[in-house]
């Protein structure tokens, strides 16, 4: 839903902070790294039961995650291996969040509830597989109640007492998985047929730098092809051809000339 309605606005609002990030030296590959430290020290601090230090934590975090995007595009560094290693350091994150909230839970409620933020990350991680997995095969499959953004700020909203946590928690498995029926229904209509996997484009200097290679290959090629028409040295019929009408030109023509009579 994020994604789907105020994705365009807040990159209007996070290109500025991304490009002034990216004058003072930051990455985008530093700011995912310190956002994935920044989960870690939020588990931490959920399964100690320190909630509201958790909050300022959870909210750093989500900077971290929101800003890597604007300073990889301000600094033209946008590639496929970052954005690889930012969903692969996105799966890391929630599952280092909803082991906090397990922890505080196994320590706090006792019984079989620490199940309950384990049946979230499952659902979470089968929306993310989801969309993979329809991306894969040339299908969109964004959108939804509880993508990753909402499920931030649900759980920020479940930290803010340790009443309203599990509460929260029940909420968010009920929405993640109306997402996750929500998905299947749409990538179900839509694949209608066999599937067409969508191969990655390499970009665009890359392709550039490949063409210029074929191209300066075939010039080569055709350079030493003439080359070695002149020299002779070209063993096809074209140049048997070429090097008998060479022989011809060199032959010098005899003038034809009349018997003189005899005075």
Known sequence: MFDGRWRATVDRGTGPVGNRLQRMGITADVLTGTGLVSAAATAVAIGTGHLHVAIVLLIITGLHDLLDGPVAK???????????????????????????????????????????????????????????????????????????????????????SASFLVPVMWILLALTLATAAGRFARVWAAADGPARPVHPRRPARERSLRWAERRGSRTTRSAARWRARRRGELASRSGRTWRARRAERAVPTRRRTSPRRAG
């Open 74 to 160: 301000a600094s033209g560094t946008a590639s496929v291996r970052g954005a690889f290693f930012d969903s692969v350091t996105d799966r890391v994150a929630d599952a280092l969040l909803l082991g906090g909230v397990a922890w505080y839970l196994a320590s706090s409620h006792p019984g079989h509830l620490v199940l309950l933020p384990m049946a979230v990350l499952a659902a979470t991680t089968l929306v993310s597989y989801q969309r993979a997995k329809a991306e894969s095969l040339g299908i969109p499959a964004k959108g939804g109640l509880m993508e990753r953004a909402e499920r931030m700020i649900l759980l920020g909203v479940g930290l803010l």
